[in-house]
């Protein structure tokens, strides 16, 4: 494809994604001023149509971005070494202003993530939470429920709380022995590699406190704990709706959006750590997401993005996903460096 074919491809899809309307020949001359004939600009139009770029939507004069010709504009998004500095400036302030604090109880900082991102681009914003047996653990608390059942609470060193009722009967003294064992010696420990010490008894780790605390924390870790997702902007959706921006299965996607297990192995699969990756239309895995856009980020613990119909400023959501995804990375990354350094 020639320079020109590109430039025509790239302001009919810029062009559609503004108005909605199919993109006319003449438009393109009148809005553009490509400094061609109306007869070339056809011609043109014809080579894309026959390439699958773009297509004619019942009988109207003008062409509108197929799945590959999104895909090739979202390409040449990619490929732009400034693009972070395309959102618009007083959404960049928006941006900063909401992460001016750097720190923040962690399932608050995530959802108001998600509502930003929402907010910003128009579309369905989420965030999934840092694995907890990814970061470090930072407080274990032992509180009695009655004669028999036992509450657990772990804290990691992001802010991550896992609770567990556990069946088990020991006396207040015992309980305070215990948590002390459990906080000095495993604060600051990765999860994933607590385990080892489970294998710790030929050095001397025998003492029944240590048995009982390591027996309750190997039944806490033993179960699976869950990512948690955090999802707004679902009426975006249904104003796609009203306006006809939207070209897929609504009811399957907002169903898909409510089995947030599902959705969460979705993301973590497709997602690539600290790059912003566009997922559009049949390129999706999940049959509800083929009609759609999906754009995901890792950023680092965890992983962010956007989902929306084709017709989507792609600009403003890349630009926007990558500018949060750095900032959210940063921000967890300094409430490591702040554990570590206390």
Partial sequence: MDQRKRLVLKQIVSRYIKSGEPVSSRTLLEEYGLGVSSATIRNDMRYLEEQGYIAKPYCSAGRVPTEKGYRFFVDWLLDLS????EARLHDQHALIEYYRFPRQELERLLRKTAFLLANVTGLVGFVLSPRLEETELEQITLTPLGPRQLLVVLVSNLGLVESQVLEAQFTPAELA???????ERLRGKPLKEIRQFFELEEEGWIEPALRNS??????????ESRQRLYIEGILSLLESVLEGRDQGDRLGVI???SDERRFAQFLSEVAREGEVRVLIGRENPLPELQGWSVITMGYGYGVLGGLGPLRMDYSKAFSTTLYVGNRLRAILSSAERKEVDN
């Fill in 177 to 183: 022995e215990i948590s002390a064992l459990l906080n």
């Fill in 82 to 85: 400034d693009l972070a500095k």
């Fill in 214 to 223: 390591l027996a309750i924390l190997g039944e806490v870790l033993a179960r």
């Fill in 255 to 257: 169903k898909l959006l």
